[in-house]
């Protein structure tokens, strides 16, 4: 079997720590393994794999070792600057920023909706947004069927999507504590503003809902809308995604698909007061479904609840799968 | 100036201490105010006023001595039972429950919206759910010009919605104490289900948004879909509203439309971070609209974020405005 070696950057993050869990998870093939991080953080050390790890200083030449491949995770300004060294240096990076999404010449790749995506490459491979993640996990096998018309997102989005400061944040504003993180304080507030506004009043979380669905749905003109917003909960987005497909179906049959779905758990079973739940979301790799019922205000509309942890299925776990999904198509 | 005889009914709970706040902002021509509850209040007193005020229990007589008004927030149980006794004695009951609101004979009054309804009543008036209530005062003075076509509802629901068993229970919850109140823990989790399950997958609550709103809009046919969600907030509704019209807009019109509102309170400045908020709305009686923007996946597409306290203008507010537009129109 080949064996390869990988590069974590941002091993220190939220993200990066939840990589670590998810690579102890996967044993891959993978005969060395590097962490790096910002130079606050080097010569410090993190367990893995059952030893101590030194973090190591992502500098100019850290991937003139040779890297089969990288998983980012440390913000869009780190990728933009190392990514593209990394990548000509033959290492294929799996990024989870959102520097290189919507650049046509990168892959955007939900392993369970377009692993053939990953394929074309050129040495980058994008990881989705969380809140896309979750979604297109469970819209694309029902619109293989009856194919999406139209989308209106709204979302309920936890603290951990804004790191580390996003759940310290949650705990202070709840103690009385000032807020600077977010705009507002959180505690007891649900935030209609997740990243910055730009000019037609849409958050880059709402434009990036919109087009990266577009993207990994191979769908560049699809009608989509969506309002983003971050909840007083500590970790798991939940989604309230309002569909309408071109073709008539049975609901019945819809849950079935997903049941059937890779990646998808079903949750939904109302008269027992089953359905996702943040909470039992967390710590788990899988989408969770539930609330499948029809829209009767259209012909064909359908409403779901969708709940993922944000971190993992969201980020951490969606980049894992895509190199183990490199090294099994490489074997 | 004619003055009148009023009786709260389920003084002690939290929309009925709320309602003698209101009452007190109000200052209506009151000559005498009674306040009921259930035999396990009766002989306690409140503070009303200025003064203690003794809590009476509610019985088949209680209407005897002769009132004008009686405000009923004691729940569906109480309301079927003895707002019909009140309304044969001739006293008008403004009831806070859903025990009458779809009977076709009692009007379901918004008083921003469909004062007019209230003045044909037969001694029952019903006020809304409270979600109904904030979504029609945003929603109405838009659907005058330009016609809804269509209504997609995502709520983000308060527990203080659930009476004060629902504020505990998110106290308790946090606490690390078991649930009893929610069927799940609220704490850390957004729950898409607030009042009963039916068998269409709706929730009561979701069947209550799209009914209310198409009979407060006198559009019977008009297509709503409707996913309500409780959130681990204290109080005030939050609401995602995305809604199609008829006609063509222009997004600074709408804004201009909702700014000479009565009862709307315009905050949408997303480069100031000016937008609603739970923390807010909390403690004014005002619907309070923001993320004023076009929906660009459908020709007449709109998305709002509507905001209010949903003890005051989703109960408390909404019941005493309506007693006091009638008397306005008694004197």
């Known amino acids: 079997m080949k064996t390869y070696k990988l590069a974590v950057v941002g091993a220190t993050g939220l ?28 010569g410090t050390t993190t ?41 000509s240096k033959s290492c294929i990076v799996v990024d989870n920023s959102s520097a290189f999404r919507m650049d046509p010449k990168v892959p955007l790749v939900v392993p369970e909706v377009n692993i053939e995506d990953a394929f074309c490459n050129s040495g980058i491979i994008a990881n989705p947004n969380c809140s896309t993640i979750q979604a ?19 979302t309920y989005q936890a603290v951990s999507g804004a790191g580390q400061k996003g759940i310290l944040e949650l705990e202070n504003t709840s103690n009385g504590l000032p807020h600077s993180k977010f705009a507002h304080p959180i505690f007891n507030n649900c ?10 009043g849409y958050t880059k979380e709402e434009l990036k809902m919109i087009n990266e669905t ?29 569909v309408e497909f071109e073709n008539p179906f049975c609901v019945k049959y819809v849950r079935m698909i997903l049941e059937k779905s890779p990646g998808v758990i079903v949750l939904d079973d109302p008269s027992k007061d089953v359905y996702p739940l943040a909470t039992i ?6 989408v969770y479904v539930g609330r499948i019922r029809r829209d009767y ?16 299925k969201g980020a951490a776990t969606n980049a894992v799968q895509i190199v183990s999904e490199l090294i099994k198509h490489d074997q």
């Open 297 to 312: 205000s259209v012909p064909n509309g359908l409403n779901l609840w969708v709940v993922a942890d944000n971190i993992r």
């Open 136 to 154: 297109v996990v469970a819209l694309k096998p029902i619109d293989r069927v009856f194919k999406i018309k139209r989308i209106v997102y709204s």
């Open 15 to 42: 993200v990066g720590q939840t990589v670590l869990r998810v690579l102890e998870e996967f044993r891959l093939p993978i005969r060395e393994y590097k962490l790096f991080a910002s130079k606050r953080s080097a």
């Open 47 to 87: 367990s893995f794999m059952g030893q101590e790890y030194v973090i190591n200083e992502l500098t100019d030449t850290s991937f003139d070792e040779g890297f089969d491949f990288a998983i980012f995770s440390a913000g869009a300004g780190v990728s933009t600057r190392f990514a593209p060294i990394a990548a």
């Open 191 to 200: 935030l209609p503003h997740i990243d910055v506004f730009t000019e037609n």
């Open 214 to 242: 577009r993207k990994i749905l191979h769908r560049p003109d699809l009608r989509i809308t969506a309002t983003t917003v971050r909840v007083p909960v500590l970790n798991s987005h939940s989604e309230s995604i309002n």
């Open 281 to 286: 979301a967390t710590g788990h790799n899988e």
